[in-house]
């Protein structure tokens, strides 16, 4: 059974930085596609961020792009994002997910690809 619990969400000020986690179980993430997503009130899931498993790139849409990094950490099977430059249109719920489908490009930017998900960790920017 396939397990993604993120943690390290909270309330920061604007221009402040978290890093969230996304520890798995069941699932060996060195070879998956993981995704970052967020969903702020009354919005639609969005990509936050992504590693591909075809290629080994990575893609950040332009909201994110230059303040976020996702990386990996095979030896504890864990995914993180780290943000920074925090702006208040930046809250949201953050989750992450992961697929074993072969990824390349933009293509891991698409929640249809995913079929496992975290329960998600609040992130709120305010002053």
Known sequence: QVQLVESGGGLVQPG?????SCAASGFALRYG???WFRQAPGKEREGASCINNGDGTTYYPDSVKGRFTISRDNAKNTVYLQM???KPEDTAIYYCAVTSKRMYGS???WKIQYN???QGTQVTVSS
Do not use: P
């Open 16 to 20: 402040g930085s978290l890093r969230l």
């Open 33 to 35: 596609a993981v995704g």
């Open 84 to 86: 920074n430059s925090l």
């Open 107 to 109: 293509s891991c930017h």
């Open 116 to 118: 496992y998900w975290g």
